[in-house]
């Protein structure tokens, strides 16, 4: 089962994860805030994105 996870998702499982709640949190906010969402939303998402990338790729910075 652990070979299929690693097979699905790779190493880590918070990217994917991260991935998909960005998503979510994108659509939300699209369909919340249609006045500033066009202008703003892509600061928003790389925002988001950065703090995903963040939270996966800190046990991996830890262990050096």
């Known amino acids: 089962m652990r070979a299929l996870r690693k097979l699905i998702f790779g190493e880590t499982v ?19 805030a249609r006045a ?17 990338l963040a939270v996966a790729l800190a046990p991996a910075h830890r262990r050096r």
Request: cysteine-free.
């Open 36 to 52: 500033w969402w066009p202008e703003g939303g892509g600061f928003v998402l790389l925002a988001l994105v950065v703090a995903v």
């Open 14 to 32: 918070a990217l994917p994860v991260g991935v998909a709640l960005v998503l979510g949190a994108a659509l939300a906010l699209h369909a919340l």
